[in-house]
């Protein structure tokens, strides 16, 4: 029973630190700021207790005192409670106030430092604090108009320090700032970076000079650098290859983030819009569970998705109860869901697909014949089973998973329609998405990550803009740039 008063960095889920997962992973209670990244609060359990405690700028705000008052009650009933806090939270923050009170009440805490949008935001916009010859100081300081008409912030002598000046809080009082910087002896023609929604894929960056602050287009919330360092331009975040695109990702939540983090790294927004879910088999397992106990007796298992490989392994109490079956995949996500388990594949097909994988398959052995084991979803083309009969194989296939059309929230599935592309790994994402969003929500580049999912797409009279060489996540996204990247 502790509260952990956690940072949890600029925005970038990627800049959450390894500790900040590990109590995020066993939360029981979240209780989180406006501004968090919806992926991070994922990191707690399904079952986990999330609270909002948002302050939103001149809205409705939960007063510091009952925020702590929270804190104290559910550390002090004993549960592990998380209070999620922007960047860091001891820096501009109240972490402060927060720990006061837990100490006070008795009530174990712990620290996590974050990384402070005042360090990361300015990273990301490519402009170094501290420059050899350009500065020596790095003053952070916060532009709460708190701090100016109460005269607790001596601007001036901030000014006087000469190096770089890093603002929190400050778009709505820039011009005062940028006056008074001046007045303790600033140059008007000082450089000046204004980065909004740094680390996001919203990041936008403005750069002027002091003189030029107060009328410049900057909105909130921005951390505004000051200095010569300013003047540096190693801008790399925005000039990603996806930096401005939007982009849906359809798979089921549990296989989405293979997809969404790629693109993330490349600067995409990513909309998760989940179009099917997965579901146990129509008979609970029963057949699946059966021909897992007796997979020795088969020559190959044949497996179709990384789904399949996950339904089925599970059912293995040893990785040596394949005995002498060999093992087919049909791409390298799949096989690498097997590889996972140490389970390496004997047939990978040039090409990932069915037509392709039947033609690597050998014929069944002339004189015993051969027992192909094929599990996978409920609904699927027979073009498998039908060539390996073709083939002389006796072909047993087993119903692993069913897929199901998803019904997404409203505001999720017009935030989707408002992208620039969609992304299609299988044609049930295809059938699903008409059937949960409709075909008036495609955005206007649609993307397949394969023929058998282009066609399918096709067969539904959407124009397929994209069509991966390759058929993996990687060769999806490649083709994407290709077509939406601004290289
Ligand atoms: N504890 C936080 C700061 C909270 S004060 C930290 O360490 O980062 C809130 C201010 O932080 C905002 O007004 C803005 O100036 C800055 N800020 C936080 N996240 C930001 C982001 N992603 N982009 C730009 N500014 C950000």
New binding site residues.
């Given amino acids: 029973m502790t509260v952990y008063l956690v940072?949890a960095g600029?925005?970038d889920p990627g800049l959450l630190t390894v500790r900040a997962a590990e109590v995020l992973a066993r939360a029981e209670v979240v209780v989180h700021d406006r501004?968090s990244v919806a992926s991070l609060l994922d990191l707690a359990p399904p079952g986990a207790e999330r609270i909002s405690v948002g302050k939103t700028p001149r809205g409705p705000s939960t007063p510091q005192v009952d925020i702590n008052a929270l804190l104290v009650a559910r550390g002090g009933a004993g549960q592990e409670v998380v209070r999620l806090?922007?960047?860091?939270?001891f820096?501009?923050?109240r972490g402060g106030e927060e720990a006061a009170a837990l100490q006070s009440a008795g009530v174990a805490f712990e620290i996590v430092p974050?990384i402070?949008?005042?360090v990361a935001?300015p990273a990301y916009a490519g402009v170094p604090l501290t420059a050899r010859g350009l500065n020596t100081t790095v003053t952070v300081v916060t532009g709460h108009e708190d701090s100016l008409s109460g005269g607790r912030t001596d601007w001036e002598a901030v000014a006087r320090l000469g190096g770089t000046i890093v603002?929190?809080?400050?778009?709505a009082t820039r011009a005062v700032i940028a006056e008074r910087l001046m007045a303790g002896g600033l140059a008007p023609t000082t450089p000046v970076a204004a980065?909004?929604?740094?680390?996001?894929p919203e990041q936008h960056t403005v750069r002027t000079t002091l003189a030029g602050l107060g009328p410049a287009p900057v909105a909130?919330?921005?951390?505004i650098v000051v200095g010569a360092v300013a003047g540096l331009d190693l801008a790399w975040y925005e000039r990603l290859a996806l930096f401005g695109r939007s982009v849906v990702v359809t798979r089921p939540p549990a296989q989405a983030s293979a997809l969404s983090g790629r693109l993330a790294r490349l600067g995409a927004r990513v909309v998760e819009l989940p179009v099917i879910e997965i579901h146990d088999p129509t008979d609970g397992g029963a057949a699946l569970a059966s021909a897992a106990a007796a997979v020795a007796a088969y020559d190959w298992v044949v497996f179709t998705s990384a789904n399949a490989v996950e339904r089925f392994l599970h059912l293995l109490r040893d990785a040596r109860a394949f005995g002498p079956a060999r093992v087919a995949a049909i791409g390298p996500g799949t096989a690498a869901a097997l590889a996972e388990a140490r389970v390496v594949s004997d047939l990978v097909p040039e090409r990932f697909v069915a037509e392709s994988l039947l033609d690597a398959f050998p014929p069944a052995p002339p004189a015993r014949g051969g027992r192909v084991l094929l599990p996978r979803a409920a609904v699927a083309r027979d073009v498998l089973p039908d060539g390996l009969r073709a083939r002389g194989w006796e072909v047993d296939v087993v119903e692993a998973y069913r897929t199901r059309t998803a019904c997404p929230p409203p505001a999720l599935v017009a935030s989707a329609a408002g992208c620039d592309a969609v992304t299609f790994t299988s044609s049930s994402s295809v059938t699903g998405f008409l059937e949960a969003v409709g075909r008036e929500a495609l955005p206007p580049v649609v993307a397949c990550i394969g023929p058998v999912t282009a066609a399918t797409a096709r067969r539904h009279r959407i124009t397929v803009d994209v069509e991966a060489d390759v058929h993996t996540l990687d060769g999806l996204v490649d083709a994407l740039v290709a077509v939406l990247g601004r290289r």
């Fill in positions: 940072g600029p925005g501004l806090k922007g960047g860091d939270p820096v501009f923050a974050g402070t949008s005042a935001v603002v929190l809080m400050g778009v980065v909004r929604w740094g680390t996001r909130s919330p921005a951390v």
